[in-house]
């Protein structure tokens, strides 16, 4: 079980950061004991991007500059893989053609106008809600970019629960996909809400509640893309991880936007 654990956080940080971790064993239950320890990969991505963007603006660059950073961050601990996916994946979709067609035209290196205009948002998106959590403060910024990040990376254990299909018998996608117990599942995201409003609590009880809200409601946002992309594409694939991931994150920041 030791050697599982292991080889299951080498697993996450292996295939979800770019952190210099290999990946020693590539099968469904390590595959399942990684997608467990994804929150803990967003944790140390968010940590690196609260950093960086705390830093900037506590040497004055103002709370503008401090989100781009803590933006860019993860996308470069990521090579930018879960934004692909998200622009794929909105590409499959917004083409409205038959599901083996969609999943072609995703598994394309080029990148569509519905793909392009989604990245557009989503990153705007991201960067003026930073921009307004960084203007309340270094902490608010910074908490903000990790309880993202968390809540991004619990997205994916989610959609790796048993009884989500994989898309393609291929690919990330099929290795993760139905692997983690739901029973499973949801005691990770039971714990991590727990965890995110208790960070929240920094600001007083109000805070615990909006920061447990805002995992709450990135799951939910992130649950609704998953269905509909299993209903289109009769399954999951690496690319649907990707838009599962990023539109976790854009929605708790914007559950922190409302109400702050």
Request: aromatic share 4%; net charge positive.
């Amino acid at each position: 079980m030791t050697s599982l654990n292991s080889h299951g956080i080498r697993f996450a940080f292996g295939t979800l950061t770019v952190l210099p971790v290999r990946v020693t064993r590539w099968d469904r239950a390590t595959a399942r004991s990684g997608m467990l320890r994804a929150p803990l990969a967003g944790l140390v991505v968010g940590l690196l991007a609260a950093a960086l963007g705390s830093l900037s603006l506590l040497a004055g660059s103002g709370p503008l500059l401090a989100a781009v950073a803590s933006v860019a961050v993860p996308a470069a601990l990521t090579r930018g893989l879960h934004l692909d996916g998200l622009a794929d994946t909105a590409d499959g979709l917004g083409s409205g053609k038959p599901a083996e067609d969609a999943l072609r035209i995703m598994k394309q290196s080029d990148i569509g106008p519905f793909g392009v205009i989604t990245l557009l948002l989503v990153l705007l998106a991201q960067v003026a809600v930073l921009f307004e959590l960084y203007g309340e403060g270094w902490a608010h910024g910074a908490l903000g970019t990790v309880v993202a990040a968390v809540a991004a990376r619990l997205a994916l254990t989610l959609a790796s629960r048993q009884g989500v299909p994989a898309a393609r018998p291929e690919g990330l996608g099929a290795t993760v996909a139905g692997t983690v117990p739901a029973g499973r599942a949801l005691l990770a995201a039971t714990v991590t809400v727990a965890l995110c409003a208790a960070a929240g609590a920094l600001f007083g009880p109000y805070g615990a509640l909006h920061h447990g809200l805002a995992v709450l409601g990135a799951l939910a946002a992130a649950e609704l893309l998953l269905r509909h992309c299993v209903r289109r594409f009769g399954g999951v694939t690496g690319d649907v991880f990707g838009g599962v991931e990023e539109t976790a994150a854009t929605a708790a920041l914007v559950v922190l936007a409302l109400g702050g």
